[in-house]
């Protein structure tokens, strides 16, 4: 028996998934339905890995091994592609979203653009350009941490932090040590990004942060 057969209804679950018809809401409960807005969701820091690599390889010179790398996040990327369109895992059941989600989402997207910008603008005053495609990880990354709760996706807090500290590490490396460790911290958190999407979309990292007055689903 798969598991779509005898999907059941959880705690959480969306109005609009009762109210659909066999067998999709047997398998938008198991998290299979290609439609699932999940899947669409998570294209944002599957495109944004490229640019994490590509904007790292570009402060680095475009050296000759960056065409590895290049073809290491475009195999990354197609298999996410694959995962979750082609071949879709289950992911888990969906669950409903509380009503700051939306709140949460635009002022994740506000605070990150802020934070790119003041610590920007503040390592190019100090002459520290280079720090640049790091101080876009750290920010890029802190800034889905809250969006665990809003979309009630554990997975999105494990993005958050890794990719999160890489883009702290390449900052303070950077300070340290000079070019090129901000750069090859951006490219790595690129990397780290697809990776974890991957690892999510392959059917693991289920379930939904934990978040006051409501448990997640297990997954």
Known sequence: MTDTAHAEAHPNEPRWVTRMPEPQRSRMRAGRMRTDIRRFGVLAPVIGSW??????????GRPGWGIGVQALVLALIAACVLALFVRPAALGPVERMHWSALPIWIGGIVLMAV???????????????????????????????????????????WLGVCVGSIGVLGVVAGMLAGPPWAAVAASVAGLVQVTIVLVWATGRLRGGAPRLGRRPASA
């Open 51 to 60: 640019v994490f690599v590509a904007a790292g390889l570009d402060a680095l």
């Open 115 to 157: 934070g790119v910008n003041l610590a920007g603008g503040a390592a190019r005053d100090a002459g520290m350009v280079h720090l640049q495609p790091a101080i876009n990880a750290t920010f890029v990354g802190f800034h889905f941490i809250p969006y665990a709760w809003a979309f009630v996706t554990r997975m999105i807090l």
